[in-house]
Nanobody
Framework: QVQLVESGGGSVQAGGSLRLSCAAS????????MGWFRQAPGKEREVVAT???????????YYADSVKGRFTISRDNTKNTLLLQMSSLNAEDTAMYYC????????????????????????WGQGTQVTVSS
């Protein structure tokens, strides 16, 4: 079983920065996909960024067009933590942000945004709220 616990959300003014963290516990396998989704009121849950970790030691990151150049997804392997560094925030980034994971993903392509729908992921955190005021 995998458990995910997010932290780091809050309120910030437009142009500001926040860093979200997701503490992961449980066995993920050697090849897996983790990511961040967000959901604003009245909107569908959408993917923000994903990161694929390969058993060979490599990793690939993928970003939604709306956050490219502003957000960075990464993993702190020593702490088993997924991170999302967000900068140049704007009001459209206001949403509940969710950490998610899919274990045993041998084909890394499925971690890309073309495949990263909510149904692909079996584990979710409780979410952390990000509010950006203009």
């Amino acid at each position: 079983q995998v458990q995910l616990v997010e932290s780091g959300g809050g309120s910030v003014q437009a142009g500001g920065s926040l860093r979200l963290s997701c503490a992961a516990s449980g066995y993920m396998g050697t090849d897996y996909c983790m990511g961040w989704f967000r959901q604003a009121p009245g909107k569908e849950r959408e993917v923000v960024a994903t990161i694929y970790t390969s058993g060979t030691g490599g990793s690939n990151t993928y970003y939604a067009d709306s956050v490219k150049g502003r957000f960075t997804i990464s993993r702190d392997n020593t702490k088993n933590t997924l991170l999302l560094q967000m900068s140049s925030l704007n009001a459209e980034d206001t949403a509940m942000y969710y950490c998610t994971a899919r274990r045993f993903m041998v084909v890394g392509q499925y971690c890309s945004l073309a495949y990263a729908t909510p149904g692909l992921f079996g584990y979710w955190g409780q979410g952390t709220q990000v509010t950006v005021s203009s």
